[in-house]
């Protein structure tokens, strides 16, 4: 096999096709952060600066944190990246990738360009740390700026660096690379069609690197008739030669809502279509492959002197899709995804979740995580977007981009600790990055192990009283009670029995209108309301109108002359031809009265 050796220039004067990228989108075209335990850098392409942390990482940081502007102003960058244990606390550098996007600059029009910015300054962090003064990034400086001038705009292009940060290996739709910054600056590069198997068209969109063999995730382009426009691939690539030695590929289960997709458009950068790969730094031979488009997380493991790459297993969730919008390892068995949940049109946006897997073996997928962020120990910080987008690891702590550019960084803490992000009550709340605080857990709950989730609840029959950092719960006695989650055992002998149960109200016998109004018509009651509306008791008032009236009449027959007597007759029988009337009036008011009682 031959290599196809091209030849970097800083100056060709070539018309090249416009690439106008939004600068204001945090999620495109590569990952914008990068952290290890010595140094967090972001690329902030609105503004044009770097933002720089150095660890210690801790809850007041201004004096370890600076920023500076890009070398160029016509420069975009893709992407940002450090080696997980480069670790020199002297010559401090970070990797940075991207394109040349104003045809204004003197030197190159529309090209891709690698580089390092390296501190080169004579004082060491403990200068700072001890005399308290603030961090000056005026040592910063741009080497080894490399261009890649025979090749126009790159939609794909992504940087893979070795552990510990000795060369990058940059993969793009045109060219594969690998880039020494130190000391001379030496570049390799190959075509991709001298790369990628079967003279193939791949779309690289993620790739992560070990110090032997790198795992990038991609689209292979389909046929130009094909109903399916891509296929998700997965290559397993030496780093010695840049050959691609095992390759996997995607294929849907029939039936399924993935085996409908067509990857339409693929051809040009999408967020819809990120991936993410992560080795895991403690155990090479095991890979996670994020691809949030299929809502499904992937476990490899590289085989055969790292020459084969098999799928172990993998997690679906559901029928969103955003699951392994970002994969990271913490631990050889602790691991963290970003679960950012759309609708498969992706015009929902549902929430945003990092579920932490700290119990990963080597055959199988945790059917549930260990915990879920943000909970009530690890709230989102008021300052932090709850759209979070990105998340890289230190490896055993990790930083998260949300969509405005803001960044939380929960770090790793030790057992009987948890890693709050509460920043309520914090004078540094508005700080960016935001950093999480060591906090001991509370009563009532424990932490055994290491890492950035939060504390569990105390077992039913354990307790901790919280009277030092609890790394695991202590038992009660048997004669007590200890409830989830208890801080303190309770005797049962102070404990009463309560009856939660209550029957339920009886239902009356009578249900009928007619009988409930044959049931109240000769009751009276005990009360003056009762006595008022019962029928009884106005019956027994006519009736005593009734007897005095034919009392009274029958006096007339006795007592009053004739001539006189038929007068009254005729005064009477006038009073009873209108009854009829009062009655109808006194049933109207009587049966008022009656629906009002009932």
Avoid at 278 to 299: A, E, H, W
Wanted: hydrophobic fraction near 40%; aromatic fraction near 12%.
């Amino acid at each position: 096999m031959h290599f196809s050796i091209l030849t970097i220039v800083f100056s060709i004067n070539y018309v090249f096709s416009s690439f106008s990228p939004d600068t204001s989108d945090n999620n495109a075209y590569g990952v914008k952060i990068a952290a290890n335990d010595v140094i967090f850098v972001q690329a902030e392409s609105s503004a044009q600066t770097f933002l720089v942390q150095f660890a210690p990482y801790n809850y007041t940081m201004d004096s370890l944190q600076c920023s500076f502007d890009y070398d160029d102003s016509d420069h975009y960058i893709y992407t940002v990246s450090v080696g997980p244990k480069q670790n020199s606390t002297s010559n401090i550098y970070f990797y940075f990738a991207g394109e040349i996007v104003s045809t204004t600059s003197t030197s190159t029009t529309n090209r891709s360009f690698v580089g390092i910015w390296i501190n080169r300054d004579l004082h060491n962090l403990d200068y700072y740390l001890n005399s308290h003064q603030p961090l000056s990034c005026d040592h910063f400086q741009v080497e080894q700026l490399k261009f890649l001038s025979a090749y126009d705009h790159q939609e794909y292009y992504i940087l893979a660096v070795e552990p510990y940060g000795t060369y990058a290996i940059g993969l793009a739709e045109d060219f594969v690379f690998t880039y020494r910054p130190l000391p001379s600056g030496a570049m390799t590069i190959k075509a991709s069609t001298l790369v990628w198997p079967d003279n193939s068209t791949f779309y690289p969109c993620a790739a992560d690197a070990s110090d032997t063999f790198t795992v990038i995730a991609g689209f292979v382009k389909g046929a130009a008739r094909s109903r399916v426009r891509a296929t998700p691939t997965v290559y397993l690539m030496l780093n010695t030669n840049l050959t691609v030695v095992s390759t996997w590929s995607y294929s849907a289960t029939t039936g399924t809502w993935q085996s409908r997709l067509t990857y339409s458009f693929t051809e040009s950068w999408n967020s819809k279509y990120t991936m993410s790969v992560k080795i895991n730094s403690d155990d090479p031979t095991r890979v996670l492959v994020g691809m949030p488009f299929l809502n499904t997380v992937f476990l490899f493991q590289v085989r055969n002197g790292n020459t084969n790459l098999t799928l172990i297993t993998s997690m679906e969730n559901g029928q969103a899709v955003g699951f392994g919008q970002s994969v990271t390892w913490l631990t050889k068995s602790q691991a963290a995804i970003l679960v950012t949940s759309y609708s498969t049109d992706y015009l929902t946006w549902y929430s945003t979740k990092v579920y932490v897997y700290t119990s990963f073996n080597d055959t199988t997928f945790p059917s549930l995580p260990t915990a879920v962020i943000p909970n009530s120990q690890q709230p989102i910080p008021s300052t932090i977007n709850s759209k979070l987008i990105r998340m890289v690891s230190t490896p055993s702590s990790v930083a998260v981009l949300d969509t405005n550019g803001g960044v939380v960084i929960i770090l790793n803490e030790d057992p009987g600790y948890y890693a709050s992000t509460d920043t309520t009550n914090s004078p540094v709340a508005a700080a960016m990055p935001v950093v999480s605080h060591a906090t001991e857990c509370i009563a009532g709950t424990y932490k055994s192990d290491a890492g950035i989730h939060p504390c569990s609840l105390c077992p039913i029959g354990t307790k901790n009283p919280a009277t030092t950092a609890a790394t695991s719960c202590s038992n009660c006695s048997a004669d007590t009670f200890c409830p989830l989650g208890a801080y303190e055992e309770l005797s049962t002998s102070v404990l009463t029995s309560v009856s939660q149960a209550y029957a339920y109200p009886r239902s009356p016998e009578m249900d009928n209108f007619e009988d409930i109004l044959l049931n109240n018509m000769f009751a009276i009651g005990s009360t003056p309301h009762c006595v008022i509306v019962s029928p009884i008791f106005w019956t027994l008032i006519l009736v005593c109108i009734f007897i005095i009236l034919l009392t009274g009449m029958g006096s007339m027959n006795l007592c009053v002359q004739p001539s006189k007597r038929e007068q009254w007759r005729a005064r009477i029988k006038s009073v009873f031809i209108r009854t009829d009337l009062v009655v109808g009036i006194s049933e109207f008011f009587y049966l008022r009265n009656l629906l009002n009682s009932m």
